[in-house]
């Protein structure tokens, strides 16, 4: 297993937009389509991480983190999801500790994202590296009450 740089989601290949969209159903029972995901405004930049398991013939993917540039110092989180069966075994906490320090390296101070309000496992995550509820989000996800959250960019 490995976190890796990774593609815009326009550039992913059909078989590799298909994984997310199943990790996304999986993981937090929304649903998206191939198009919705290659139309996130996510760059190809340093943002993006893939983890890989490497121990298959094909390399899998079992969790992504999309980013793009926000406003001013802010890179807001497009998605952040990683399959449950590497939740609470450092992945998701390692995926983060490079993403802070790239985007730190790169002049940015702040995070911004959005989470599911049932997702009180994420925003604990969230909340322990300095990010609060900024405001509720109603009609966000197609699932239920969301919140953004916002904080500094710090492991």
Same mark, same amino acid.
């Given at each position: 297993?490995?976190? $890796? ?23 937090? !029972? ?16 340093? #943002? ?43 992945? !998701? ?6 993403? $802070? ?5 790169? #002049? ?21 590296? !300095? ?14 009450? #969301? ?9």
């Amino acid at each position: 297993m490995e976190w $890796v740089p990774c593609p815009s989601p326009s550039d992913l290949t059909s078989s590799e937009c298909q994984t997310v969209l199943d990790l996304f159903w999986n993981e937090t !029972g929304e649903v998206y389509s191939e198009t919705t995901v290659r139309l996130l405004p996510v760059p190809a930049w340093s #943002g993006n991480m893939m983890l890989v398991n490497k121990e298959h013939e094909q390399p899998v993917i079992e969790g992504v983190l999309w980013a793009t540039p926000f406003k001013d110092d802010i890179v807001r989180i497009a998605a952040f999801v990683l399959h449950r069966r590497h939740q609470g075994k450092g992945w !998701g906490t390692l995926a983060w500790e490079r993403f $802070v320090k790239t985007m730190v390296d790169e #002049g940015y101070g702040q995070v911004q994202l959005e989470v599911k309000a049932a997702n009180h496992r994420a925003q604990a995550f969230y909340q322990q590296r !300095g990010m609060s509820i900024q405001r509720e989000l109603v009609g966000y996800y197609a699932s239920g009450l #969301g919140y953004m959250m916002r904080g500094p960019l710090r492991a």
